[in-house]
């Protein structure tokens, strides 16, 4: 837990102040004030001064959420590796802020480095005000723990995240927030006839798992649950339909990355305590070219008895997200939201600044995820849901089939995945932000982490 409050008097010589012209400091020395009032006078955001034995970074009060997160991203370039303790003063609501971004910034994967320890960060505390109240520094860890978990989860390659490991690991961090966790094995799935995900299993040497994970305080807000589902693809070739080379599959183990972001919220939600039944639905597979791969050209029949024409192996999310879609009719959700990195056509759509949504659930629904998109800088855009779209998914020898067209694929694949859900319904394309190949500001390289934010505050603030 990096975040702290100041409780009694830290022995903390590095510091981040932020304010105006308005801001009230407590036990700041008077020299270093003066430098701060100076400061405020010039044009820049952010600036430092930097001691022998100490760094002061100074950041402007803004309306601008994002560029606080970016501005503790900038002070955590500037701070040493060495660094273990920081203390914040000033804006009690800009510091948290500034604080997310700092420690967000902080995350590293070096697990497989020979001298992972001497790389590791020394951090270890964020000193706060102690006008911040102790809630919001609590639901502010929590949030970083999830998303760093995330990040993880993304990063770790199939070597060792194969599906069976990743429900181990969903299972442990499950449990540690009193979720429920089921965990059903291939004999299971096979029993439930969950044809998509059987499909996509069949090249594999490692078994498929499907995992439920249930969150349900006692006095629920919701009367029936919100059911998240999320595409657990541990690692995609694109089967016997190969994905091109140079380039194409060094990032793949990232195709799990929206059930690392369903996970993550519901651990997140139920970490906080929020009161809100949640149900989170993980099919997870990788999919391979070998043993008795699926084919183009066969129908599979899927959970709930839709027959699917497979044109396309490396169209799989969808086919492993329909059975979970189909499965959750059985909650009588009053909403399902997918989180899934399903298609290249939202990436070129869009880029890696958003995540294109879609679906028929209310209006409400998706102001209220457009507002959190806003809130935490994980931003979405909606698109069209026409029913036309769903033609493309139309098949002459089965009831539907699992690629559509050249064009907007990105819908007519959210129109297919309609088809499973019968409550009000969300598609969430994470394809763009999931992964980054450059690093930027807080997010990162690689895994980022998206979603997690984004559904924590849209399911704290759903009504």
Known sequence: MYLKKIKKKVNCNDL???????TKFKDIDATILKEFTHFLKGEKATDFLKFSDRIIFFVKKSKDSEKLRVAGFEARKVFDKELNQLMMVGDKDSSLLIAEGFALSNYQFVKYFKDATKRVNKLESIYLSDEVSDDSIKELNVLIES????RDMVNEPVSYLTATKFAQEIEKLGLSASIQVQILEKAKIESLKMGGLL????????PPTFTILEYKPKKASNKKPIVLVGKGVVYDT???????????????KSDMGGAACVVGAIYAAAANKLDKHIIALIPSTDNRPGLNAYAPGDVITMFDGTTVEVLNTDAEGRMILADALSYSNKYDPELVIDAATLTGAALRAIGTHAACIMGNADKKVFSQLTSSGDNTHERVVQLPFWDDYLEDMKSNIADLKNIGGANAGMISAGKFLEHFVKAPYVHIDIAGPAWLDTPENYKGKSGTGYGVRLLFDFIKNYK
Not at 240 to 250: A, E, F, Y
Request: hydrophobic residues 40%.
């Open 16 to 22: 981040i102040i932020v304010g105006d012209k308005s």
């Open 238 to 252: 694109g089967g016997l339909s190969l994905k091109p080379t140079p380039g194409s599959m060094d990032c793949m």
């Open 147 to 150: 998303v760093f978990w995330a």
């Open 199 to 206: 499909a996509v299993n069949k090249g594999s040497i490692d």
